[in-house]
């Protein structure tokens, strides 16, 4: 079956713009992530769904950002009055929540979106 | 607070020398520990974890809790082994993940 997918792969955005970037995880997972990694450096966790509930959001690095999933399903990760500073690959990651051998709980990863901040 | 440490940016060996890709922890309570793989233009994607105690490619590592470290090991490096590898825990297994910086791991010929 398909993996996660994420949209657009490549994003330039001058500084102040809003963006949006596009998350379908696998079908019937239940858990979503997102994670940012900037140049360098390890993916760091952003915020967490369960279904439509947003759980965890204590990555965010400000106001500016903000992520939904209204059906469960397919996420959005908004960031407005883009910076400098944004310029990463955002990872998007889904997992089931079946407990069963070998791939319960894996969070299986997205291509990435690169997001560049002129 | 949570944080994993890589203290190597590159490793770089010959085909066939045995590999370790050191990685130490931080973590106040048990957590999970996991190596993820990303290859040449690939996602990132699961090697193992330590609850698993599997050999994945030829690869283990093993979870010292006395000294906060979980090394990736491999008796003998092939090429195909090239990739970017990161060390990664979560409090348990299906929440969020804290990475390390990676370490990229190139096999000569």
């Known amino acids: 079956g398909a993996g996660v997918s994420q949209s657009p792969r490549y994003k330039v955005a001058k500084r102040g713009q809003d963006v949006a970037l596009r998350c379908d995880p696998i079908?019937?997972?239940?858990?979503l992530f997102w994670y940012q990694q900037a140049l360098g450096q390890g993916p760091e966790f952003l915020t967490y769904f369960q279904n439509e509930a947003q759980l965890d959001k204590s990555g965010l690095p400000s106001d500016r950002f903000f992520a939904e999933r209204p059906e469960g399903s397919v996420s959005t990760l908004k960031i407005q009055r883009t910076q400098q500073e944004d310029s990463a690959v955002y990872l998007c990651a889904s997992s089931s929540l079946l407990i069963s051998r070998g791939s319960s709980y894996e969070q299986y990863f997205g291509p990435g979106t690169r997001l560049t901040v002129t | 607070a949570q944080r994993v440490t890589q203290p190597e940016k590159l490793l770089s060996v010959f085909k066939g020398a045995p590999v370790e890709l050191k990685c130490n922890y931080s973590y106040s309570g048990s957590p999970e520990l996991f190596w993820y793989v990303q290859y040449s233009r690939q996602r990132l994607q699961l090697l193992l974890r330590h609850i698993s105690r599997e050999s994945i490619k030829g690869f283990t590592a093993d979870l010292n809790k006395g000294e906060t470290s979980f090394h990736l090991k491999k008796p003998f490096a092939q090429e195909e082994d090239s990739a970017m590898y990161y060390c990664a825990l979560s409090r348990e297994y299906g929440n969020k993940l804290v990475f390390g910086a990676g370490t990229i791991l190139r096999v000569k010929s």
């Open positions: 079908s019937g997972h239940v858990s």
